[in-house]
């Protein structure tokens, strides 16, 4: 009697205790994201992984088993067959000698970029900080479009570019391969390290420097051995956190390798989706997967041993002071112009002259044309295709991006608030850090290898067997807009809850507790008291995720279907089908819809969006 007593009693306080945390708003917030989360991002992972240890149904049959079975077959294929070379090895060491390349080049131009800035006596300072970060503000695969347009040569690209035209004579593995990619790759990364490590460098206290001066050391000594060790941890994650996304990068490789055969690990991810091995494609998503867990690992790894260097504290402290350029000062202004010209201007006003080129490679003024932007259509050019602002096509596919930039940022956006304001009331708890954890877990993922993963789970309808019934508890969504909206949602909640945090965290919980104590619900709170009060980081985010989802082509090139298309899958659809006029035109209408929105973020927000978005 007593045991049962006892065993009544245990079971009473956890079913009290139970009722007491269902009863908090919190809590239940918490579970429902938790379950939400779990289901986004938990289990798509875990479908990739069972998707590439089960036989599809041609590989089966040939193998005489049933379909599904498990077996290593595709890991096999991979890693130990007469085509791993190809289709890994080969693929997975240019993905590696690429992203390695980027990181380095990267560093090295943006904390020179972030030191001239920050620390020197650079004039025209207030334009180069401008200028320096819109290579970053615009989508890769542009970038990608535009070096086509410069460098391309008749050899390979059937037409010159505005080098060959000039007579330059452009070698081949200038115009396209490897050194194209690192290049373009690099001017798009760069700006990364340059936000991160002029932040650093502002936050250094000068008095660290005035000491080593005092001590008799010279200007480069203390730049070696007190100021680079202080901004170490910035260039490091700047360094892990670039690598990750040069070696899971799809638009660019694709754009300037595989005219040449040059592919590379993503590449090969999307070659494999196309062919319809899926259990290969998999599989190498969860390589992709591996190796950007292991680098952001190696980040906090390395950055977490510098965790003892403490330059801001709360004595204060200033910036430290201008070095003087001397006589460096004309040569190193003179560069900077130039290399703004290289990376911004003359790229993109290539691009705007060949949209107008009615023969490719003929940049005289009498090939001048608006056929490629209002013309109709003629059979003797592009085959009869009209121009891009008179083919309904365009407005069809212009409507599907609006809609899906538009959906997904208000659904974002609102998603980031909620995260934020738990993530800024638990962070103290155990749930707001798992939550937390879950959120970040997206932003790890490659956005070919999250697009996989979505494929892999949404697919086919998720159902299970009741007796002889079978009960159909998921749709399957591949084809479907509500899938781009989805996967865009969860790729970008990194993002949005960033946003939603660094709010929540604004808004002090009295006015919410004192609120609660008169006897308003935690509905009415939310909408009286915190919404309000959050609406300025709502459009923070919600300017944030339009930009990322209008210019994204990684995360939705195998996920999308002729009638869910977007202006960045038309463009790589035009250039690659050979019309890179029309490729052109609605790249440069991305161009303005990007910059109208980062001009109104500007005019709304005065915080730096840049700084958020990838």
């Not at 609006?402 to 609102?414: D, G, H, R």
Request: include cysteine; hydrophobic fraction near 50%.
């Amino acid at each position: 009697m007593k045991e049962k007593r006892k065993i009544g009693v245990r079971l009473l306080r956890i079913k009290n205790r139970i009722g007491g945390w269902c009863k908090e708003p919190y809590s239940v917030m918490f579970a429902v994201l938790f379950c939400v989360l779990l289901f986004l991002i938990v289990v798509p992972l875990w479908e990739i992984i069972k998707e590439s240890l089960q036989l599809s149904a041609s590989d089966a049959k040939r193998a005489g088993v049933e379909t599904g079975s498990f077996s290593l077959y595709y890991w096999k294929q991979l890693f130990a067959s007469k085509i791993s070379f190809k289709m890994l090895y080969e693929p997975l060491m240019h993905s590696l000698v690429i992203a390695l390349c980027v990181s380095v080049l990267s560093i090295t131009i943006g904390g020179v970029a972030a030191w001239l800035m920050v620390r020197s006596d650079l004039p025209f300072k207030k334009f180069f900080s401008k200028a320096i970060i819109v290579p970053y503000m615009l989508p890769a695969w542009c970038k990608a479009m535009a070096w086509i347009a410069v460098f391309k040569n008749p050899r390979i690209g059937g037409s010159s570019g505005f080098l060959s035209y000039l007579g330059i004579q452009v070698p081949d593995w200038l115009a396209y391969g490897p050194v194209a990619i690192i290049l373009v790759l690099t001017i798009h990364n760069y700006a990364y390290t340059y936000l991160l490590v002029s932040s650093a460098l502002q936050s250094v206290n000068a008095e660290l420097e005035e000491m080593g001066e005092i001590a008799g050391a010279g200007r480069w000594y203390i730049l070696m051995k007190i100021t680079f060790p202080l901004v170490l941890p910035s260039i490091l994650g700047a360094f892990i956190l670039t690598f990750s996304q040069a070696m899971g990068t799809f638009s660019v490789p694709a754009f300037l390798g595989l005219k040449t055969g040059y592919y590379t690990i993503s590449t090969m991810l999307q070659s494999a989706l196309m062919q319809g091995n899926n259990g290969m494609a998999m599989a190498i998503s969860i390589v992709l997967i591996i190796i950007a867990a292991f680098n952001i690992l190696l980040n906090q790894k390395l950055i977490g041993t510098r965790k003892s260097f403490v330059t801001i504290n709360g004595k204060g402290g200033r910036v430290g002071a201008s070095v003087q350029l001397g006589k460096w000062k004309k040569l190193i202004t003179v560069i900077m112009f130039l290399f703004i010209c290289a990376a911004v201007l003359l790229p993109l006003g290539i691009l705007v002259l060949q949209s107008f080129m009615l023969k490719l490679g003929d940049f005289g003024l009498d090939n001048l044309t608006l056929h490629y932007w209002i013309g109709e259509g003629e059979k003797y050019i592009a085959n009869g295709l009209p121009g891009v602002l008179k083919n309904p096509d365009f407005i069809h596919t212009l409507g599907n991006t609006l809609k899906l930039v538009f959906t997904t940022s208000i659904v974002a956006a609102l998603c980031g608030q909620l995260v934020g304001y738990i993530n800024s009331r638990g962070k103290a708890k155990w749930s707001g850090r798992i939550i937390d954890q879950l959120v970040f877990i997206p932003y790890l993922i490659p956005s070919i290898a999250f697009g996989a993963m979505y494929l892999s789970m949404f697919s086919a309808p998720k159902s299970f067997d009741i007796g002889r019934w079978t009960v159909e508890w998921f749709p399957s969504l591949y084809g479907t807009f509500a899938l781009l909206v989805l996967v865009s949602v969860v790729k970008n909640l990194p993002f949005s809850s960033r946003s939603g945090t660094a709010n929540m965290m604004q808004i002090g919980t009295e006015l919410e507790e004192a609120a609660q104590v008169s006897g308003i619900g935690f509905f009415q709170r939310m909408a009286k008291i915190i919404f309000p009060l959050s609406k300025s980081g709502f459009l923070s985010g919600f300017l944030l995720i339009f930009i990322n989802v209008m210019k994204e082509l990684d995360l939705i090139i195998i996920l999308v279907t002729p009638q869910m298309k977007t202006l960045p899958y038309m463009a790589y659809s035009y250039l690659t089908g050979g019309t890179e006029q029309y490729s052109n035109v609605v790249a440069l209408i991305m161009f303005m819809i990007v910059f109208l929105v980062y001009f109104l973020a500007g005019k709304v927000s005065k915080e730096d969006v840049s700084l958020n978005i990838g």
